[in-house]
């Protein structure tokens, strides 16, 4: 077990509909990144928050936003959900910003029908 | 071509076997690799992690790189049952989490 967690475990909702992940990081650790993970595409890192501010921007479309509140757990909403949005999104966290050792959660995943 | 290439099985051997994972990437200016494993349902962990070409060992596991040819290895010796899992590499220019490219990764399947 990472420390991890994320909520919910799986997630089935319809096209054009908005959804909301969440994710808790290790005890101690500051840093939030955010990933999707298709067949297709691999691990694809979206976006990274230190400490409440966005840290880094990866390929994170303009549908789908974050953020980390005060007690650093954080949010991914994916809107205008397409077919293409199904995938396992995982969540991440690091003790700080520039850290390689991330420490990944079970993840959600996500089927848009 | 894709940045970072592995080859997506799955692979199977025989518990005991001598297994390599390997990975070919594109930017030569990579210089910090990692191995990550991912069992079915879980997030991927953290396996190894190396800088610049060589070999590192790990118990039961060596990273190689070959900067000069492109080309990562993963060697897992007296594979066990408990190995089955997707194996992925990531690369990266310099040591930040979130600049890490992935591989699709590799399934390995070890049959008792």
């Given at each position: 077990?990472s420390?991890v967690?994320?909520?919910?475990?799986?997630?089935?909702?319809?096209?054009?509909?908005?959804?909301?992940?969440?994710?808790?990081?290790r005890?101690?650790?500051?840093?939030?990144y955010?990933?999707?993970?298709?067949?297709?595409?691999?691990l694809?890192?979206?976006?990274?928050?230190?400490?409440?501010?966005?840290?880094?921007?990866?390929?994170?479309?303009?549908?789908?936003?974050?953020?980390?509140?005060?007690?650093?757990?954080?949010?991914?909403?994916?809107?205008?959900?397409?077919?293409?949005?199904?995938?396992?999104?995982f969540?991440a966290s690091s003790v700080?910003?520039?850290s390689y050792e991330q420490y990944f959660?079970?993840?959600?995943?996500?089927?848009?029908? | 071509?894709?940045?970072?290439?592995?080859?997506?099985?799955?692979?199977?051997?025989?518990?005991?076997?001598?297994?390599?994972?390997?990975?070919?990437?594109?930017?030569?200016?990579?210089?910090y690799f990692m191995w990550y494993r991912q069992y079915?349902?879980k997030g991927p962990e953290l396996l190894m992690y190396t800088?610049?070409?060589?070999?590192k060992?790990d118990?039961?596991f060596?990273a190689?790189?070959?900067?000069?040819?492109?080309?990562?290895?993963l060697?897992?010796?007296?594979?066990?049952?408990?190995?089955?899992a997707?194996y992925l590499c990531a690369m990266s220019?310099?040591n930040?989490g979130?600049?890490f490219?992935f591989?699709?990764?590799?399934?390995?399947?070890?049959?008792?």
């Amino acid at each position: 077990d990472s420390g991890v967690t994320q909520t919910p475990k799986h997630l089935i909702t319809a096209t054009g509909q908005r959804v909301t992940l969440r994710c808790s990081p290790r005890s101690g650790d500051l840093s939030v990144y955010w990933y999707q993970q298709s067949l297709d595409q691999g691990l694809q890192f979206l976006i990274q928050y230190y400490n409440g501010e966005e840290r880094a921007k990866g390929n994170i479309l303009e549908r789908f936003s974050a953020q980390q509140f005060p007690d650093l757990h954080s949010e991914l909403n994916l809107s205008s959900l397409e077919l293409g949005d199904s995938a396992l999104y995982f969540c991440a966290s690091s003790v700080n910003a520039a850290s390689y050792e991330q420490y990944f959660g079970p993840g959600t995943r996500l089927t848009v029908t | 071509q894709k940045e970072v290439e592995q080859d997506p099985g799955p692979l199977s051997v025989p518990e005991g076997a001598i297994v390599s994972l390997n990975c070919t990437y594109s930017n030569s200016a990579f210089q910090y690799f990692m191995w990550y494993r991912q069992y079915s349902r879980k997030g991927p962990e953290l396996l190894m992690y190396t800088y610049s070409s060589g070999n590192k060992e790990d118990g039961r596991f060596t990273a190689q790189v070959d900067k000069s040819s492109k080309y990562i290895s993963l060697f897992i010796r007296d594979s066990q049952p408990s190995d089955s899992a997707t194996y992925l590499c990531a690369m990266s220019l310099d040591n930040y989490g979130q600049n890490f490219v992935f591989g699709p990764g590799t399934r390995l399947s070890v049959l008792p």
